[in-house]
């Protein structure tokens, strides 16, 4: 369903999680109160319950932070600011990589990002469905028009991993870990990925669609189809309220420096970062390519960016981005 300027309207009275009458909400939108519920009736198909109390009137069952493009751009870096060349928060989109993959088929510019309060079809790795209840995480994408061909920004993913733990680490004490090639992760659960699609002629240029999402709260009941084990940060903070307007606009912060600084400085500024986070090195795994599958011991990556798997015979064999995923009993 779609978001109604009404809803937005009396969400953005309720966001801070307390008690509004309805004749107070009726007043403020110029409408009766018996349409006050019938659009608070509505939210619910969001994922967003409220309750009402007699005498109290109507709110939300957790506060809520909607995204605010004046917020996040009023307070990025001047860096970060200068070659973004369009911004978006949507209600609702399907997904806000295949809304960039398809404005780069339309020659938009480099440096156009997209945020979402929901998606409706969002994808992970291998065509995965992203979970996605209402103003809860972030789902964000940047399109990015590199002169060089797909196959020189192949390790661009783990880079990214690299800006969303810088992110992180500016933000909260916890540690966080990479699991390779896309995976946010805390303690053995997941908490983001990221998913970049690149198009372009084989000696170059190309466009790149980075995108991530980011696990700030996850209602259980729409977690219950996740298939493996997840976390948000709510969870990890034990804080009823996160800043997302504050954390997108260090995201973008670092995601912008990371990836403008990538065609020229390649993986190799960020492969020793990358190790630090790493969470599956000496651990036992199974990949999976296509059909087959193969398992070992993680040893690590190369100085390529690529999956390195100890073999039952001892031999080392180095897998690459974007033809694999792996699992195993841990992760």
């Known amino acids: 369903m779609l978001i109604s300027d009404k809803q ?30 019938k659009q608070l009736s509505g939210l619910a198909d969001l994922g967003l319950q409220h309750s009402a109390v007699s005498g109290k009137g109507y709110r939300l069952e957790r506060p809520l932070e ?73 789902y964000m994408s940047i399109l990015w028009r590199f002169q060089t061909s797909p196959m020189a920004i192949s390790g661009l993913s783990l880079a990214i991993g690299v800006a969303v733990i810088r992110t992180l680490k500016l933000h909260y004490d916890d540690v966080f870990r990479l699991k390779w090639p896309n995976d946010i ?40 189809e996740i298939t493996q084990q997840w976390t948000d940060l709510t969870q990890i903070t034990g804080l009823q309220q996160l800043n997302r307007n ?18 020229d400085l390649g993986i190799a500024a960020y492969l020793d970062e990358w190790r630090q986070y790493d969470c599956l090195k000496d651990k036992p795994a199974t990949l999976f390519i296509g059909q087959h599958s193969y398992e070992g011991i993680v040893k690590g990556i190369d100085n390529n960016g690529l999956l390195l798997l100890e073999l039952a015979d001892g031999r080392i064999q180095a897998f690459a981005s974007g033809e694999v995923s792996f699992s195993n009993n841990s992760l």
Do not use: M
């Open 8 to 37: 937005k309207a009396i969400l953005a009275l309720l966001a801070d999680g307390q008690f509004h009458s309805g004749t107070v909400l009726a007043e403020a939108l110029h409408i009766s109160r018996s349409a006050i519920w």
């Open 66 to 138: 909607l995204l605010d493009e004046s917020k996040i751009l009023a307070t990025i870096d001047e860096p970060t600011r200068a070659p973004i060349s369009s911004f978006e928060i949507f209600d609702q989109i399907p997904s806000t990589n295949t809304y960039l993959v398809e404005r780069a088929l339309d020659n938009a510019p480099s440096g156009a990002i997209c945020f979402a309060e929901q998606q409706t079809a969002g994808k992970g790795r291998r065509g995965r469905h992203w979970v996605s209840p209402f103003g809860s995480n972030i």
């Open 185 to 224: 992760y805390y303690q053995d659960k997941k908490l983001g990925g990221i998913l970049v699609e690149v198009s372009g002629e084989s000696d170059g240029p190309c466009a790149a669609v980075i995108g991530l999402g980011l696990n700030i709260y996850l209602p259980e009941t729409e977690a219950a």
């Open 246 to 263: 504050a954390l997108a606009t260090t995201l973008l912060n670092q995601l912008i420096l990371v990836i403008a600084e990538f065609e």
